[in-house]
């Protein structure tokens, strides 16, 4: 049974019995009837579809997909930061290109078996994520299946800017980043090692934070190019290298590596930079600036734009990082 | 394996080998590569997250979710078909609010062993059925997973017009539909027993046709309730009563119960009325409006909405229907 003492703030009566025993409809009420909203949501769950507002004429959007055992685990995070965690990546799929995160919508799989009160606080999990994102939960679907599976689509509204995509970046651009990069990975190295502190760290695997307001701030000041860290630093910066076609140099040495990370690191053998450069899943906000643009408090320059080369797209000190940057979902390796 | 000679249109070169040799972005590269796009997708696949246009000021947005033994049979339908399938039910949601769907995001989870061709067909059946109803496929995410689960979002444009919910149905209004009624039923109950024919209906269960067109012009006409029949006549028309706070009442008389329908039902021991009526998965239009308005073309008059009574929401000439109305996805008993 999974540890719900952690992060799920109470308040809520649990639902009792399984999911099979509320039934469908029972389990969409129980569902919906947590749900708030806001002045965007025109018609919220319940009808055939729902209608938000999308006053800059144009919607971003965005799903990600999340199973058990593959993404998530039920004996590491509670229902409620899987919430969290699933409608953070989302929201930060939407602040990546510098829009404001409006609306989800729900996709869940659950087995019969299971106790009513994990969807229950998962869905708690994702309405409270989504108003840190200024966004509300708007509709979705149940089904019953095997494995749980938390398919997520965020809207957002680009409010009068244009959108960051990662093809813009420009020789001669700073690379910058907000938010935390290798908190998660770290996290996930004292989980694995069955270990449950230092608890920031862990707390960072379960729940990431991801600085929403930082990628529609960054669109107006003129960032070229931006993408949130959800496969590692290096992973990531290569999306946006091959999008603009150049070559991305990091400074190590510009990095923040904890004092705690490195503690960890000694403990389990791992060169703490490994977890900065190539840990997804604390999706950090990483964008390139023109080089005169001033940057906005709580970025930090980490590199710069090149022109192409022989060189990998991204290097680490003006050489190749040589070890294994970024996750394939499909490799044989679970990442959790 | 599943027979591919049914319904795919080929030209598509088939993808060699499984969903795990070609990895998480060998596959993307291969699903993003069939897409076609339309002038309101201003960022396609690729990115972060998707740009559409939203000139309505307002976006309608609906999520439904298919797995595989529970929604659909690999040896009942090929991908092609499920990809057809699974966007029209999600584009019947929104053309049954009044809007014209504009986009479709895609979260799909396939296992490694699944041969690659299987989730491209999909995604051309996808494409098409999008392509039909005037939408395009702008994103989606990929996981690997034990249960072929297929997510999609659609997201679609009111035009100016005022979304029709399920809650505008006024004693008097004419009850009326528009599509096809139990199709998809008696389709399904000739595979169930192994039979691979009458086609018309086999196909129907396969690959339904919902009347995309119908649900803006059923607005623009002042429909003051609408939805689409997922569900079953009965249960759909439940949904309108009990949102409306209604009851409605269906003439058996006006509903069309074609011949060939009367023949599957006497061979297989089953009153064709009872598909027509509790039917899910054709995706017709059913819609409530004021008694003066004369109705379109190739809508039908199938009942009236009544005052609220002792009798259950939806009647059939007016008397309780006996028979279980509807689907609950958790019941025990498999659908598909």
């Given at each position: 049974m999974q540890d719900l003492s952690g992060g799920y703030p109470g308040g809520h009566p649990r639902s009792p019995g399984t999911v099979g025993e509320l039934g469908e409809f029972g389990l969409i009420r129980e569902l919906t009837s947590r749900l708030t909203t806001t002045p965007a949501v025109r018609i919220g769950p319940g009808d055939d579809a729902a209608v938000i507002a999308a006053p800059d004429r144009r919607i971003v959007a965005s799903t990600d997909i999340l199973l058990e055992g593959r993404h998530f685990r039920r004996d590491w995070s509670t229902a409620y930061d899987v919430g969290r965690k699933a409608a953070a990546q989302n929201c930060a799929d939407i602040a990546a290109m510098g829009a404001v995160p409006t609306a989800l919508l729900l996709g869940l799989v659950v087995p019969a078996e299971l106790p009513a009160n994990w969807p229950t606080e998962l869905m708690d999990g994702i309405r409270d994520e989504a108003q840190v994102a200024s966004?509300?939960?708007v509709g979705g679907d149940v089904a019953r299946g095997d494995t749980i599976t938390v398919s997520i689509t965020a809207l957002g509204d680009m409010r009068n800017q244009d959108p960051v995509t990662r093809a813009g970046a420009r020789p001669g651009d700073t690379v910058a980043v907000t938010g935390w990069l290798g908190w998660s990975a770290a996290g996930h190295a004292v989980l694995s090692r069955g270990f449950r502190s230092p608890r920031a760290f862990v707390e960072a695997h379960r729940r990431p934070e991801p600085p929403y307001h930082a990628g529609p701030a960054a669109a107006a000041l003129g960032a070229t190019a931006m993408t949130d860290v959800s496969d590692g630093l290096i992973a990531d910066l290569g999306h946006i290298a091959e999008s603009s076609k150049v070559r991305i140099d990091v400074r190590?040495?510009?990095l923040d590596v904890p004092a705690q990370m490195s503690d960890i690191g000694q403990a389990v053998g791992v060169d703490p930079l490994h977890w900065v450069l190539t840990g997804g899943e604390d999706h950090a906000i990483v964008a390139t600036f023109p080089p005169q643009q001033k940057l906005p408090a709580r970025w930090r320059k980490i590199g710069e734009v090149l022109a192409p080369s022989a060189l990998p797209q991204v290097t680490v000190d003006g050489a190749p990082w040589d070890k294994a940057g970024g996750w394939d979902h499909f490799g044989d390796q679970d990442e959790d």
């Amino acid at each position: 049974m999974q540890d719900l003492s952690g992060g799920y703030p109470g308040g809520h009566p649990r639902s009792p019995g399984t999911v099979g025993e509320l039934g469908e409809f029972g389990l969409i009420r129980e569902l919906t009837s947590r749900l708030t909203t806001t002045p965007a949501v025109r018609i919220g769950p319940g009808d055939d579809a729902a209608v938000i507002a999308a006053p800059d004429r144009r919607i971003v959007a965005s799903t990600d997909i999340l199973l058990e055992g593959r993404h998530f685990r039920r004996d590491w995070s509670t229902a409620y930061d899987v919430g969290r965690k699933a409608a953070a990546q989302n929201c930060a799929d939407i602040a990546a290109m510098g829009a404001v995160p409006t609306a989800l919508l729900l996709g869940l799989v659950v087995p019969a078996e299971l106790p009513a009160n994990w969807p229950t606080e998962l869905m708690d999990g994702i309405r409270d994520e989504a108003q840190v994102a200024s966004a509300a939960v708007v509709g979705g679907d149940v089904a019953r299946g095997d494995t749980i599976t938390v398919s997520i689509t965020a809207l957002g509204d680009m409010r009068n800017q244009d959108p960051v995509t990662r093809a813009g970046a420009r020789p001669g651009d700073t690379v910058a980043v907000t938010g935390w990069l290798g908190w998660s990975a770290a996290g996930h190295a004292v989980l694995s090692r069955g270990f449950r502190s230092p608890r920031a760290f862990v707390e960072a695997h379960r729940r990431p934070e991801p600085p929403y307001h930082a990628g529609p701030a960054a669109a107006a000041l003129g960032a070229t190019a931006m993408t949130d860290v959800s496969d590692g630093l290096i992973a990531d910066l290569g999306h946006i290298a091959e999008s603009s076609k150049v070559r991305i140099d990091v400074r190590s040495g510009a990095l923040d590596v904890p004092a705690q990370m490195s503690d960890i690191g000694q403990a389990v053998g791992v060169d703490p930079l490994h977890w900065v450069l190539t840990g997804g899943e604390d999706h950090a906000i990483v964008a390139t600036f023109p080089p005169q643009q001033k940057l906005p408090a709580r970025w930090r320059k980490i590199g710069e734009v090149l022109a192409p080369s022989a060189l990998p797209q991204v290097t680490v000190d003006g050489a190749p990082w040589d070890k294994a940057g970024g996750w394939d979902h499909f490799g044989d390796q679970d990442e959790d």
